[in-house]
């Protein structure tokens, strides 16, 4: 049987082949910065010659994640935003990024900062309406599409941080590709599991592969997916290769073994948390559950269309009485571990507010929570103590 046939959880969970020097089931981890040349001064092995390049343990989590993504060609990186900062950094001044007003915090206040020293236009674009995305797309992108000396990249993200507005990828990258713009996709809330960006039409997808790739909170890293051999991928591939911004390998053989059980732990989290919004929608302390899996979600048609497996672990509540009440509730919590990040094996909670500061554009009384793989009845149980204080 060929890995054509298998489904992507056989695959995932058998993602490397017993090594076949000592028959180890596991792969081992290659600590070497150098690799060996023969007497004519060839490289032993033609892909590893210094470890800035590329070593050998990373290529079984690249591998794995190219193959869950249909992509062309993954590249692991040192973290999420350095996968994401080198998509910028491939860039020339005069180029042009199209971003959510709504998305991951650090990486929209990083870009900022770089467009403005790096001369690169930045246009924030209100992504939250599924009604009104495609038109707002089109004019962000029209008025550079005939000029040659201007690279354009949309860069989406669905669902977003942390309000979970959906972008429909296949109408989002059809008008793109239209006006000749690149798509990036930070599908990190999703993983491949739940959504496969580039069968939409998006050119290069990227992960915070410190979420749910690699499920238990222990590993920093990043991941951008090609659909194919570009000249924008070319370079990317230079700029990871020239600045070194890779993982340890101990920390990619983490990922490897984490990745293994990502279907497992997507699933749950996203039926626990599918569980969790319905149980809390019309809670009295409550004014809004934000998930992608309630029909009340204004993304929802979209997400039955592009999510599969489920919705995703993540979700927000708006919680009646301001920024103070949030605060309280989440002071009260026992199981949630109020810490930030998302897409581990153990329940998060924060106030994105608070982390953002007084900038953000966020509702004060928002709190976000990252759905783990505890029993949700638990995990209920505590939000109910939690906001009857
Ligand atoms: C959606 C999203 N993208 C990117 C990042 C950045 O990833 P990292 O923390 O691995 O640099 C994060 C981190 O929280 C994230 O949530």
Sequence with gaps: MTNKNLS?????????????????????????TTFARDENYQPLNPKHVYIRDQNPTFETAEQLIQTLEGGYDALLFSSGMTAAMTVAHALKPGDHIVVPEIM?????????????????????????NPATNAANIKAALEPQAKNPDCTQILWLETPANPMWDIVDLTEACTIAHQFNAIVCADSTVSSPVITRPIEHGVDIVMHSATKYLNGHSDVIAGVLISKEDSGLWKRICKIRSENGAILGAFEAWLLQRGLRTLFLRVKRASESALFIAEHFENHPQIDRVLYPGLASHPGHSIACQQMQNGFGGMLSICVKGGAEAALRAIGRMQVFV??????????LVEHRPSIEGPTSPLPPELIRISIGIEDPKDLIADLEQALAG
């Design 8 to 32: 992507p959880e056989t695959i995932t969970a058998q993602a490397s082949k017993p090594d076949p020097a000592t028959g180890a089931v596991m792969p081992p981890v290659h600590f070497s």
């Design 338 to 347: 109020r810490a930030t990040s998302l897409g581990g094996v153990e329940s």
């Design 104 to 128: 991951y915090w650090a990486l929209r206040n990083w870009l900022d900062k770089f467009c403005a020293t790096w001369g690169v236009h930045l246009s924030k674009i209100d992504l939250a």
